[in-house]
């Protein structure tokens, strides 16, 4: 993908209106960022929310979530009406517990991520995110969108401004994983974690509805080796040539 690109695909969309004239609807912009579990890609969608002025949305979040109230009430992961049930008592209180970095929570969240009838239900949410960007605090109106997670540049928004994979290798990301766990006082063992995150990366990537994958169009930037900086740096390049191509 290029900015050039971008231009080409236009984000002024012209449908006619119910009287037939032509009406111009400004579609916002909306920044994809994709990759597997500890890549950094959570990191650099805050970073650059907060450098451009955009609305963020973890879309891990909201299976992290689910996962969560399925597991509060007993229940199986794996059970698609258990699980759709806990999707659609989503609320503000469940995105905010703290318990969703556990790795309890993780591990549900991936097995229940497989079932299709769940990412349709957290779908429309995503995609209204997308559509209708909140107001950021202070009042202050976002110039867009971004959102991260596995699926965003191939299914949530195929028609997003910037695509981005964000990858590392296996062993980087278990110690960053670790390095993580650690700082927050839980016990990690390196060899466990490292583990558990090729699981989940398979699960993620092997699934059949909406695997983890980079979009065609995604650029790919790989951490493995980088900072955070230079990572972010990176990025805002490539977002910063889009928005000016866009003359935004
Ligand atoms: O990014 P994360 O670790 O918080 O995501 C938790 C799980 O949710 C992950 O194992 C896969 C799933 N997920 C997904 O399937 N699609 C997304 N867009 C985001 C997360």
């Given at each position: 993908?290029?900015?050039?690109?971008?231009?080409?695909?236009?984000?002024?969309?012209?449908p006619?209106?119910?009287?037939?004239?032509?009406?111009?609807?400004?579609?916002?912009?909306?920044?994809?960022?994709?990759?597997?579990?500890?890549?950094?890609?959570?990191?650099?969608?805050?970073?650059?929310?907060?450098?451009?002025?955009?609305?963020?949305?973890?879309?891990?979040?909201?299976?992290?979530?689910?996962a969560?109230?399925?597991?509060?009430?007993?229940?199986?992961p794996?059970?698609?009406d258990?699980?759709?049930?806990?999707?659609?008592?989503?609320?503000?209180?469940?995105?905010?517990?703290?318990?969703?970095?556990?790795?309890?929570?993780?591990?549900?969240?991936?097995?229940?991520?497989?079932?299709?009838?769940?990412?349709?239900?957290?779908?429309?949410?995503?995609?209204?995110?997308?559509?209708?960007?909140?107001?950021?605090?202070?009042?202050?109106?976002?110039?867009?969108?971004?959102?991260?997670?596995?699926?965003?540049?191939?299914?949530?928004?195929?028609?997003?401004?910037?695509?981005?994979?964000?990858?590392?290798?296996?062993?980087?990301?278990?110690?960053?994983?670790?390095?993580?766990?650690?700082?927050?006082?839980?016990?990690?063992?390196?060899?466990d974690?490292?583990?558990?995150?090729?699981?989940?990366?398979?699960?993620?990537?092997?699934?059949?509805?909406?695997?983890?994958?980079?979009?065609?169009?995604?650029?790919?930037?790989?951490?493995?080796?980088?900072?955070?900086?230079?990572?972010?740096?990176?990025?805002?390049?490539?977002?910063?040539?889009?928005?000016?191509?866009?003359?935004?």
């Amino acid at each position: 993908m290029t900015a050039r690109g971008n231009r080409d695909r236009g984000h002024l969309a012209r449908p006619r209106d119910a009287g037939g004239t032509l009406a111009v609807r400004v579609r916002p912009f909306v920044v994809a960022i994709d990759g597997p579990a500890a890549s950094g890609k959570g990191t650099l969608a805050r970073c650059l929310a907060e450098r451009f002025s955009f609305a963020h949305l973890d879309s891990g979040k909201l299976y992290r979530a689910t996962a969560l109230l399925v597991l509060a009430a007993g229940a199986d992961p794996a059970d698609p009406d258990a699980a759709v049930a806990g999707a659609r008592r989503i609320s503000p209180a469940a995105l905010g517990d703290p318990r969703l970095t556990s790795e309890a929570v993780a591990r549900a969240s991936s097995i229940l991520s497989a079932l299709p009838a769940v990412r349709a239900e957290l779908l429309t949410m995503q995609r209204d995110f997308a559509a209708h960007p909140p107001v950021l605090a202070g009042d202050v109106t976002p110039r867009g969108a971004v959102i991260d997670g596995r699926d965003i540049g191939t299914v949530v928004c195929p028609d997003a401004a910037v695509k981005l994979f964000v990858t590392a290798s296996p062993a980087m990301r278990a110690e960053r994983r670790v390095k993580e766990l650690r700082e927050r006082g839980a016990p990690a063992i390196y060899g466990d974690v490292l583990r558990d995150m090729k699981e989940r990366d398979a699960r993620d990537s092997l699934r059949r509805v909406a695997p983890l994958a980079a979009a065609p169009d995604a650029v790919t930037i790989d951490t493995t080796g980088l900072d955070a900086g230079q990572v972010f740096e990176q990025a805002s390049d490539i977002i910063a040539r889009a928005l000016a191509a866009h003359r935004l």
